[in-house]
């Protein structure tokens, strides 16, 4: 009776450990199967929360929650860190201007634009909004043609800004098409901004005005706020403000 009870448990043992394997090894094959993620890089900044691409130097610039500023290679090696930092600030987004390589932080605590010079040197600090409970200012990119920059209200409400240094906000546009609005890129090949959203693990590719042409799932993602897009709108970095990665995505169909 005791060996048909022990057989019995181990039968069941065998069964549950089988089923859990196996859940494990599809929910693995999904996510290889969904996920458009090429490479992934841990990266020597703590919750990376801004990201940008500077042209002349073929590099990236990504901000950290911390109040701190680094340049790092494609594959998320630290080249150097600005000297610019802001304890006890939170900066949510960066820019570049392609131009003079002026460097643009949003710091979401005082809901400021700051400009730095190429050497990460304080030039000056815009004013754009009011203070929002941490919900406000979250992204941010640059578009030298028009001279403008366009920055995210992350929610509450979602807002697109158009900016400028000369004129403050030119316009605000109200966004409903995501639950937030957490990083922001502009692509001047297209004309196009993409806006990504941390809570629906989403990617989207928008007009000038916010809205959005097409989307992307970004399956098994956590945590994802800075975004660059390449000039073919092929290739995707994003930075994962929870996990501290760099992601390298495949935006091909």
Known sequence: ?????????????????????????????????????????????????GLSYSPNRQSLYVTSDEGSIYQI?????????????????????????????????INETTDELIELDLHGVLKNKYKVSEHMDNMGLEGVAYDAQ?????????????????????????????????????????????????IISEEDNKLFKCTLDGFPEKEYYLYGLHGIEGIVINETESIAYVVSDSEDKLYKINLSD
């Not at 199967?33 to 900044?45: C, G, I, K, N, W």
């Not at 807002?159 to 639950?179: M, P």
């Open 146 to 194: 028009r001279d403008v920059f366009y920055l995210l209200n992350e929610m509450q409400p979602g807002k697109l800004i158009v900016y400028s240094l000369k004129h403050g906000v030119k316009k605000q546009i109200e966004l409903n098409f995501a639950t937030d609005y957490s990083g922001i890129y502009f692509n001047q090949n297209t004309d196009k901004l993409w």
């Open 73 to 105: 290679s494609l594959s998320g090696k630290i080249i150097r860190q600005l000297p610019y930092t802001a304890k006890h600030y939170d900066f949510e987004g960066i820019t570049i201007n392609p131009n003079n390589s002026n460097i643009y932080v």
């Open 1 to 49: 009776m005791l060996f048909h009870k022990y057989l019995f448990i181990s039968t069941y043992k065998s069964k549950v450990i089988s089923i859990v394997g196996l859940f494990i090894l599809l929910t693995f094959l999904l996510f290889v199967f969904l996920s458009r993620v090429e490479e992934s890089y841990l990266l020597a900044v703590e919750e990376p929360s």
